[in-house]
């Protein structure tokens, strides 16, 4: 069984789980816990980034590679248009969405947590022993704050990336208003790349990832509860119960050995 290495709010690694259900493939996640050492990952695969697909004795780092990788091996349901001109725009689409969403989105997310402790706790998953979401809830707001600064998410920082993501989730919704996909009829990598990305702005309706039920439907304030993209996370949410297996049908995630990672 194809076995994946991920962290559960990893939005590059839920776009892997998308493009892994959309295929209809099994697989069996294996946690790796941020902070808790690097050493097993890292021998396995020579670096420490989140996602790793594991099939037999390969493994393939990278959500970009992991869905060429699936195409090449697992051609059913493609992921990647062989018409050249879409397949151009697929993959430019990805890139896009990639360097994007992505990296806004956790800057977004950042200020969302920083402010307010019941969310940052509930972000966790549902497994997460109480200790550590005590823990977590018992971080002061301005003590995140320096952390951002020292990270570079300065106030200016976020403001900026949540500005920009407006312009994004616009454009997404003008490009999705005449048609049921990103390229035209049918779903690429461009579909599941910006709809797994999309998490950390508002979380699916359904029961996709491992947080509390409280949290479905939630999300950044400002995108999340704005009217303007309701027809963006009504499109997403749509693609995600076509495609994604709610959590009862996934094997459910392995014990791992502790390992660090850095979130990709």
Known sequence: ???????????????????????????????????????????????????????????????????????????????????????????????????????????????????????????LPVSTPDIFKSMLESVPSDLLTVLGFGVGLTPDVISAAIASLKQDLDILTELLADSPYLLGDEPTIADLTVAGLSILLKFPEGSYLDLPPSLRGKGVPGLADNPDYEPFFTWRDRLYAQFRKPLSTITPTAPSAPTSIQID
């Open 1 to 123: 069984m194809l076995e994946l290495y991920q962290w559960e709010l990893s939005q590059y690694s839920e776009k892997v789980r998308l493009c892994l259900d959309y295929k209809g493939l099994e697989y069996r996640k294996i946690e790796v816990t941020p902070g808790i050492g690097q050493v097993e990952l890292f021998r396995l695969t020579g670096q420490r980034q989140v996602p790793v697909l594991k099939d037999g004795h390969k493994y393939i780092v990278d959500s970009t590679e992991i869905a060429k990788y699936l195409d090449s091996e697992y051609p059913d349901r493609p992921l990647i248009p062989t018409d050249k001109k879409k397949r151009a725009q697929a993959l430019l689409l990805e890139d896009w969405a990639d360097e994007t969403i992505g990296i806004k989105g956790r800057k977004a997310l950042f200020a969302a947590i920083s402010q307010d402790r019941d969310y940052r706790k509930s972000l």
